[in-house]
C-alpha cells in the first residue's frame, strides 16, 4: 500500500516547504540564527526548534520533560506553552547542532511518509494530547510548516514560495476559519454578505453570508450589495490571519467598503491561529 491519495497534497506540501527551510538555514552563520521572526517571541532558531519538534511528535517521539522560564512573556496560553517546551529545550543549541537536528528528523520523516498506508481517518496523538484524524494531522502540519517558513523568510530577507504547495493549503485552512470569524467573532449583522477579495500570488474571491441564526457559511459566487467588503493581498491576508501584524500595521494595503465599524471588527478578530 502506498499514502493515501487524499493526504498525498499534504505530503507534497510539508516536502516542498521542509527543503525549502533547510535551504534557508543550513548557510547560517551562528549569529544568524538569533535574528527575530514575525512570530512572537522566536527566533530563527526558535522557529527551526519548532519545526523539529512538531515532526517528532508526528514521529511518535515522547516530548521533552522540561521545566520552562518563568519569564517568558510572550507565553500567554496553555497551547502556548505546549509548543515552548520543544522550543525551550533547544534554545541554547549551536548552528551545527540544529541543522544536524534537523537533517535527521527530515530523513526519518521522509522515510515514515513512504512507508504510510494508514486510512486518513485513522486516530492519532495531536496538540495538548488530543486525538485527530491522520488527515488532521497532516494538514496541520503542512499549514504550520509553510508558515513558518515564510516567518523564516522574513527574518531572513529571503521572500518566497508564497504560491507553493504549502500555500494551496493555508489558503484552504485560514478560508474555512472564515465564518466563525465574520459571523461569531466580529458579530456580523444576520441575514448579510461580506466579501473578500484577495489579491497577489494566491487569488480568490470569497463571500461569507450570514444566516437568521448568525450562521457564517462561506460561498464562492459574489454577493450583491454586500455588507462590507475587504480588499488585500495575499500576504497580508496570512501574515494578519496568522497574527503576524496588526491591522494598524498594514492599514495601507488594505482597502475596505461598506460598513467601517463592520471591517474593522472583522480585522480585529482576523488572527485565528493560537
Known amino acids: ?88 529545550v533547544r534554545r541554547h543549541h549551536t548552528a551545527p547542532e540544529m541543522t544536524s537536528e534537523l537533517e535527521y528528523t527530515v530523513i526519518r520523516r521522509n522515510r515514515q511518509l513512504r512507508n504510510e498506508s494508514r486510512d486518513p481517518g485513522t486516530k492519532v496523538r495531536g496538540p495538548m494530547g488530543s486525538d485527530i484524524t491522520l488527515e488532521q494531522a497532516m494538514r496541520a502540519r503542512a499549514f504550520d510548516l509553510w508558515v513558518h517558513e515564510q516567518d523564516l523568510r522574513t527574518a531572513l530577507g529571503r521572500p518566497g514560495n508564497l504560491d507553493s504547495p504549502g500555500a494551496l493549503v493555508t489558503r484552504d485552512v485560514l478560508l474555512a476559519a472564515l465564518p466563525d470569524v465574520v459571523a461569531k467573532d466580529a458579530d456580523a449583522p444576520r441575514s448579510s454578505a461580506i466579501v473578500f477579495d484577495v489579491h497577489g500570488p494566491v487569488e480568490f474571491l470569497r463571500t461569507i453570508r450570514v444566516d437568521i441564526q448568525g450562521r457564517g457559511t462561506l460561498e464562492t459566487a459574489p454577493a450583491l450589495g454586500p455588507a462590507a467588503t475587504l480588499t488585500l493581498d495575499w500576504e497580508t491576508y496570512v501574515r494578519l490571519a496568522c497574527g503576524r501584524v496588526t491591522p494598524e500595521a498594514v492599514a495601507d494595503r488594505i482597502k475596505t467598503e461598506g460598513d467601517p465599524d463592520l471591517a474593522a471588527a472583522i480585522l480585529r478578530n482576523f488572527t485565528v491561529t493560537p
Do not use: K
Open 1 to 88: 500500500m502506498s499514502l493515501h491519495p487524499t493526504l498525498q497534497p499534504y505530503a507534497d506540501a510539508w516536502t516542498h516547504s521542509i527543503e525549502a527551510i533547510s535551504e534557508l538555514v543550513v548557510p547560517l552563520a551562528e549569529g544568524e540564527w538569533n535574528r527575530r521572526t514575525p512570530c512572537p517571541g522566536w527566533s530563527v532558531r526558535d522557529v527551526v526548534s519548532h519545526v523539529i519538534g512538531l515532526d517528532c511528535e508526528m514521529l511518535g517521539d515522547p516530548r521533552p520533560i522540561h521545566t520552562l522560564p518563568r519569564d517568558l512573556f510572550h507565553v500567554t496560553n496553555e497551547h502556548q506553552r505546549y509548543n515552548e517546551m520543544q522550543v525551550d
